[in-house]
């Protein structure tokens, strides 16, 4: 599975962005996505996960109510929706896939994306 991210840029906060998980090489439609964000000098950040079913989704507390994760199988894409941005959620952004059941670590993921920078403005 080869993940391309896309979507990030500079926002005012409170503002909104949408980022964009395309898959291509296998269907997204059964795999665990999440997605992680990362600031120099610290570790990736867990931010939200859909199960591959689309029956369970995870967020961090810091998001939650705000950011909004989806899943697209005719695209083959899975979404971020991001609303209320707060300059704390200046980060870069990936998003991840699972074959099987995970989480909110990281090393649980076996395919990751480049990744996109978000930056939220005060």
């Known amino acids: 599975v080869q993940l391309q991210a896309s979507g990030g840029g500079l926002v005012q906060a409170g503002g909104s962005l949408r980022l964009s998980c395309a898959a291509s090489g296998r269907t997204l439609r059964t795999y665990t996505m999440g997605w992680f964000r990362q600031t120099p000098g610290k570790e990736r950040e867990f931010v939200t996960a859909l199960s591959g079913s689309g029956g369970s989704t995870y967020y961090a507390d810091s998001v939650k109510g705000r950011f909004t994760i989806s899943r697209d199988n005719a695209e083959n894409t899975v979404v971020l929706q991001m609303n209320s941005l707060k300059p704390e959620d200046t980060a870069v952004y990936y998003c991840?896939?699972?074959?099987?059941?995970?989480?909110?670590?990281?090393?649980?993921?076996?395919?990751w994306g480049q990744g996109t920078l978000v930056t939220v403005s005060s």
């Open positions: 991840a896939a699972a074959r099987g059941l995970a989480g909110r670590v990281f090393e649980e993921y076996e395919y």
